[in-house]
T-cell receptor, first 111, second 111 residues
Framework: SQTIHQWPATLVQPVGSPLSLECTVE??????LYWYRQAAGRGLQLLFYSIGIGQISSEVPQNLSASRPQDRQFILSSKKLLLSDSGFYLC??????????FGPGTRLTVL | DAKTTQPPSMDCAEGRAANLPCNHSTISGNEYVYWYRQIHSQGPQYIIH???NNETNEMASLIITEDRKSSTLILPHATLRDTAVYYC????????????FGTGTRLTIIP
């Protein structure tokens, strides 16, 4: 079965600073990969998904971007963080079973 | 918007069966019912899914009514570690990339 790693686990960043969150997957090949965000007290919002290397679909236009440089690596980035970017960022992967499995998450606080 | 309705909270005594209901009256014929749970500060955990037949795995059982307009997730012998928010989600298999999480049911297991 697949294992999802997310780095870092927690992050505190000032407004206007850049962001890079990493997600790596083990135990599977050619997965679909996803970035979700969960704001405090709210549901999960899909931000980006990828069906393959270099292929990114954006669900919510904002100051975030995603990249998939390798089959099992998915990166979420921002050039300048906003206060509203604070939240719990979750990476998920989906294999041929069509079920999404989530990583442990990164808690981002923008001050 | 979520296509499901769940009670906001429930309590269950430790060792008893926890029965979590979900209404999905507008479900389409090709939509599956998925259940996830989220323990505080962790990523969502997949539990089980089904189309129309009842399903059972090592974690839980899923009972879907004959008209498919509602379902019940059953945790047969609840433990304190089952305290979490439980989400019922409907989605088209091999179609929807996005999992739409509603507000879920906050299940508290009481010692």
């Amino acid at each position: 079965s697949q294992t999802i790693h997310q780095w870092p686990a927690t992050l505190v960043q000032p407004v206007g600073s850049p962001l890079s969150l990493e997600c790596t997957v083990e135990g599977t090949s050619n997965p679909n990969l996803y970035w979700y965000r969960q704001a405090a007290g709210r549901g999960l919002q899909l931000l980006f998904y990828s069906i393959g290397i270099g292929q990114i679909s954006s669900e919510v236009p904002q100051n975030l971007s995603a990249s998939r440089p390798q089959d099992r690596q998915f990166i979420l980035s921002s050039k300048k963080l906003l206060l509203s970017d604070s939240g719990f960022y979750l990476c998920a992967c989906k294999t041929d079973t069509d079920t999404q499995y989530f990583g442990p998450g990164t808690r981002l606080t923008v001050l | 918007d979520a296509k499901t309705t769940q009670p906001p909270s429930m309590d269950c005594a430790e060792g008893r069966a926890a029965n979590l209901p979900c209404n999905h009256s507008t479900i389409s014929g090709n939509e599956y019912v998925y259940w996830y749970r989220q323990i505080h500060s962790q990523g969502p955990q997949y539990i089980i899914h089904g189309l129309k037949n009842n399903e059972t795995n090592e974690m839980a059982s899923l009972i879907i009514t004959e008209d498919r307009k509602s379902s019940t997730l059953i945790l047969p012998h609840a433990t304190l570690r089952d305290t979490a928010v439980y989400y019922c989600i409907v989605r088209v298999a091999f179609g929807d990339e996005k999992l739409t999480f509603g507000t879920g049911t906050r299940l508290t297991i009481i010692p």
